[in-house]
């Protein structure tokens, strides 16, 4: 079974809808991310939490909500879905070591594709 | 402010055709710097993390090495299934921000 697991993995919806993007994991991570990837600019951070009582915005925060049920659990919310945010959304996890060779590395869902219509 | 940029956007090589990416970076101390590959509508795939000036890591035809200013990832020899797009990130030194990441190398290799 896959570590990070999205749900779902395609979704068209229409303008103005709600719609929800989960994440979970079972790498028992304490960190997880929210990124969305569109072509030419790269994977941009929306919304990131270092522990269940943590939650910070990214660099393109604005139209999302987030909110972390667990320490394996991660969702991301659109309350009024708009046709640019039409994108494909990648969930990610880490663990920071500590160490000489301390690391953070991100560990990455399959990703879910979503059209706003 | 952290920044990471790669070069070129895009890359074509025949098979059996070495070359190098590029990934250039800035940031306020560096904790590690990370090489992932990306398949067309996949999630990125962790390579390597380097950590300090001089530093190598190799996996199979990969080959990623480390300065003060810029990391290079050197392919030997590549086939056809090396075709994917590259992407480099950095950490700084706190470890309490998330990684920045460069925009990628789109590398297509051709049989």
């Known amino acids: 079974d896959a570590d990070v697991t999205q749900t779902p993995r395609n979704r068209i919806t229409k303008t103005g809808k709600r719609i929800m993007l989960e994440c979970s994991q079972t790498k028992g991570h304490d960190r997880m991310y929210w990124y969305r990837q569109d072509p030419g600019l790269g994977l941009r951070l929306i919304y990131y939490?270092?522990?269940?009582?943590?939650?910070n915005k990214g660099e393109i925060s604005d139209g999302y909500s987030v909110s972390r049920q667990a320490q394996a659990k991660f969702s991301l919310s659109l309350e009024s879905a708009i046709p640019n945010q039409t994108a494909l959304y990648f969930c990610?996890?880490?663990?920071?070591?500590?160490?000489?060779?301390?690391?953070?590395?991100?560990?990455f869902g399959p990703g879910t594709r979503l059209t706003v219509l | 402010e952290d920044q990471v940029t790669q070069s070129p956007e895009a890359l074509r090589l025949q098979e059996g055709e070495s070359s190098s990416l590029n990934c250039s970076y800035t940031v306020s101390g560096l904790r590690g710097l990370f090489w992932y590959r990306q398949d067309p509508g996949k999630g990125p795939e962790f390579l390597f993390t380097l950590y300090s000036a001089g530093e190598e890591k190799e996996k199979e035809r990969l080959k990623a090495t480390l300065t003060k200013k810029e990391s290079f990832l050197h392919i030997t020899a590549p086939k056809p299934e090396d075709s994917a797009t590259y992407l480099c990130?950095?950490?700084?030194?706190?470890?309490?921000?998330?990684?920045?990441f460069g925009k990628g190398t789109r590398l297509s290799v051709i049989a």
């Open positions: 990610a996890t880490s663990d920071p070591t500590s160490g000489i060779t301390s690391t953070d590395t991100q560990y």
């Open positions: 939490s270092f522990d269940v009582k943590d939650i």
């Open positions: 990130a950095v950490q700084a030194a706190s470890g309490n921000t998330p990684l920045v």
